[in-house]
Nanobody
């Protein structure tokens, strides 16, 4: 069993930056790949980024590539999502999730955090 807690969300202005954290506990968090997703009311989860267990490989969709960076510090059991150049369209609840194998789909993940709200004003 893996427990995940997101933090770092908040209200920012367009163009600002924000760093989200996902802290894992239980089992062996460092042996799991971690993905970030976001969700707005009435829409499905949108894939944001993922990172392998060892942090050597990352993946992004076109919507976040070049603006968002995922990284991890396994000594701290934490995965980060650095978000730069935020736009109002990035407003959502952001979730981190853990899986044995990195994936771009929601159903590829076993464990989920409770989410953290990011609001970007124009």
């Amino acid at each position: 069993q893996v427990q995940l807690v997101e933090s770092g969300g908040g209200l920012v202005q367009a163009g600002d930056s924000l760093r989200l954290s996902c802290t894992g506990s239980g089992a062996t968090f460092t042996s799991y790949a971690v993905g970030w997703f976001r969700r707005t009311p009435g829409k499905d989860h949108e894939y944001v980024a993922c990172i392998t267990d060892n942090g050597l490989f990352t993946n992004y969709p076109d919507s976040t590539k070049g603006r968002f960076t995922i990284s991890r510090d396994n000594a701290k059991n934490t995965v980060y999502l650095q978000m730069n150049g935020l736009e109002p369209e990035d407003t959502a609840v952001y979730y981190c999730a853990a899986a044995r194998v990195p994936a771009r789909r929601v159903d590829g993940y076993e464990y989920w955090g409770q989410g953290t709200q990011v609001t970007v004003s124009s």
